[in-house]
């Protein structure tokens, strides 16, 4: 059952690249940015970042992808490792996937 999950959640999250994540990265790259820093969250989500701790590599240079579903895949820590595995392949370096860290407060 494992395997077959992978299975599907590598063609999920390959999928999850090509309709928005690739695109997020194309639009970094082409303002010449050489890293690509994006939070995924939930289409309704409301971000108000915390002013005593706001994130680590500047709002300003922070992408970030409203989609439900993407946010649900990630909660998983076997998707996660799915999701970097696959990210690896394709020639990414300093993966980071986790859950926690950004936003530090979330408003609804």
């Known amino acids: 059952m494992n395997e077959l999950s992978n299975d599907g959640s590598r063609r999920k999250f390959e999928s ?5 994540i690739v ?16 939070v995924c969250l939930k289409e309704d989500d409301i971000v108000d970042w915390d002013p005593e701790y706001p994130p680590a590599v500047g709002e300003d240079r922070l992408s970030v992808v409203k989609n439900n579903e993407i946010s649900r895949f990630l909660k998983y820590i076997e998707n996660r490792e799915v999701a970097k595995t696959v990210l690896q392949e ?16 979330r408003t609804r």
């Open 16 to 20: 999850f690249l090509q309709t928005d």
């Open 23 to 38: 695109p997020t990265m194309a639009e970094a790259a082409m303002k010449g940015e050489r890293e690509c820093h994006i």
């Open 90 to 105: 394709k020639g990414l370096k300093k993966i980071r996937l986790g859950i926690e860290g950004s936003p530090h407060t």
